[in-house]
């Protein structure tokens, strides 16, 4: 019986997040209005009734995409603010470090990245909190020695936020790159610009 219970449970968030899946392209394909819960059940293979199971309409289901792309976006952000100590040598690695899991998260799951910056009623102002909370990482990390003191944080804050948004806009049309790659490409951009050495 407890295993019966266990594989009904996996069944469910399987099913649940199967329609997390296809809504998500759904929405950025389509945008809001012209999604249709007929459409992301069909695409799922369950029935609608199924669908209320786990969601209330299609309001909250976009809602918690939005929210799922809020708060991955927050943890990246908390956890690439670069801690006081580090050696030289080391922080451009540490900042790639930092900044790969956004570039692996706008890859994997590109339909939700372009929910969150840009099919969403809320994404100016889910891009403005970004920015915001970036800028407070570079200023605590200016503060630590690490950028110079001249440089206004809330530009550098806005540039890095506006590569990310264009970069999710346009990544199909683009050569696929690891994010690694792509996330030292950028950090070399910000940290020595583009001028020949």
């Known amino acids: 019986m407890g295993q019966r219970g266990r594989k009904k449970g996996a069944s469910g968030e399987q099913s649940r997040g199967l329609l997390l899946s296809i809504a998500a392209e759904e929405f950025a394909l389509r945008g809001y209005h012209e999604t249709k819960i007929s459409a992301i059940v069909e695409k799922a293979g369950v029935t609608q009734p199924t669908f209320y199971l786990y969601f209330e309409n299609k309001e909250a289901l976009f809602h918690e995409l939005v929210h799922l792309f809020r708060s991955r976006l927050g943890d990246y952000t908390q956890k690439s603010r670069l801690e006081p100590g580090i050696a030289e040598a080391f922080i451009r690695q540490r900042i790639v470090e930092g900044l790969t899991p956004f570039f692996r998260f ?11 910056f840009s099919v969403a009623p809320q994404a ?74």
């Open 106 to 116: 706008f890859i994997e799951e590109p339909h939700l990245a372009s929910i969150g």
């Open 124 to 197: 100016a102002e889910i891009k403005d909190q970004l920015a915001d909370e970036i800028r407070a990482n570079l200023m605590s990390e200016q503060q630590a020695g690490y950028f110079r003191k001249d440089m206004d944080m809330g530009i550098v804050a806005d540039s890095i936020v506006g590569t990310m948004e264009r970069f999710i806009a346009t990544q199909k049309a683009r050569p696929f790159k690891q994010p690694e790659i792509l996330a030292d490409e950028v950090v070399r951009l910000f940290l020595y610009g583009i001028a020949a050495p």
